[in-house]
């Protein structure tokens, strides 16, 4: 442990570690990328395996330099019935850059590495598009709404480009993950936004909804994750500095309602508005037990 070090060096060498980290596995994940187009099921079984133990082995050090310059207590609870040979969707609260790292954290190994949807216009950013590409990532696209008016003939064209990119998660589960409330917690939001919860923004229900559109047959259920940190949100420098004492985290998994599938949200008004009342009643349970968090474990 180095935490008998200055706060600041922790985090220069914890960054050190991170930019280590990344150029060596993702110049490793460039040449694996290579055998990746190779029209042959074998070595594309291969490549996919490889990729993903790299994207795993990637977390893993990021968690050991997290251990080495910091002494964080986790307080983890619902993670008892996680598979790692089945597919989910994992959306969780908001409040901080940490919030992926203390996902990747939890669940390495325990479930298939995280994933999101993707833009399909973000696989030419430089460098990173093909990161995304090679762990395979799943790119959508998605037309406009003046778009679809211009030519209604490409309703339901972008949603069954999607499906036909997530098919290879048949036979390999994945971890698709979705922050509900689409940006970080901050108080002049949730001002802005004069929203009914005490600790969360406004859920945004389209972002999951567009993937249960996708793939929701192939899904084994939502887990719902609820994050807090007692100390107050961290930032990342915080993280890097060894300066996040105490996490707690619930993971609850959700059956996914069967009339919740294979119906499009953005065209059927009627599935919309049943799908934002159920997602609206999560919030409200995770607005409670966000509460029963803090009296449990405030803040020192």
């Not at 790292?101 to 479930?111: E, K, P, T």
């Not at 059956?255 to 159920?278: A, C, T």
Request: proline share 5%; glycine share 6%.
């Amino acid at each position: 442990m180095l935490d008998f070090l200055p706060a600041p060096l922790r985090g220069v060498i914890a960054s050190l570690l991170l930019a280590l980290n990344t150029l060596l596995l993702c110049s490793f994940l460039f040449c694996v990328a290579i055998f990746k187009v190779l029209p042959f099921a074998l070595t594309q079984r291969f490549t996919h395996w490889l990729m993903n133990h790299t994207h795993e082995a990637w977390i893993s050090n990021n968690k050991a330099w997290m251990n080495l310059i910091g002494q964080t207590r986790w307080h983890l609870s619902g993670l008892e019935g996680l598979d790692y040979q089945h597919s989910y969707l994992i959306t969780s609260n908001h409040q901080s850059w940490v919030d992926i790292m203390v996902l990747q954290y939890v669940l390495n190994r325990r479930i298939r590495p995280l994933k999101f949807f993707l833009k399909q216009e973000l696989i030419w950013v430089p460098v990173i598009g093909l990161a995304w590409w090679a762990l395979g990532f799943p790119f959508m696209k998605r037309y406009s709404k003046a778009y679809l008016e211009k030519y209604p003939e490409k309703k339901g064209k972008d949603l069954e480009t999607t499906r036909k990119t997530c098919d290879k998660f048949r036979n390999n589960p994945v971890g698709i993950f979705n922050f509900v409330e689409g940006t970080r917690f901050t108080e002049s939001k949730h001002a802005q936004q004069q929203s009914p919860f005490r600790y969360l923004l406004k859920p945004k229900a389209g972002g999951i909804a567009f993937v249960l559109d996708a793939m929701g047959e192939q899904l084994e259920a939502i887990v719902n994750v609820t994050i807090h940190y007692p100390a107050g949100r961290p930032g990342y420098w915080d993280l890097l500095c060894g300066n996040v004492n105490d996490v707690v985290v619930h993971f609850q998994e959700l059956n996914i309602p069967p009339q919740f599938i294979g119906k499009n949200y953005d065209q059927d008004g009627v599935y919309r508005l049943e799908f934002q009342g159920w997602i609206n009643q999560l919030w409200e349970d995770k607005d409670a037990l966000l509460e029963q968090m803090h009296r449990e474990f405030p803040a020192k």
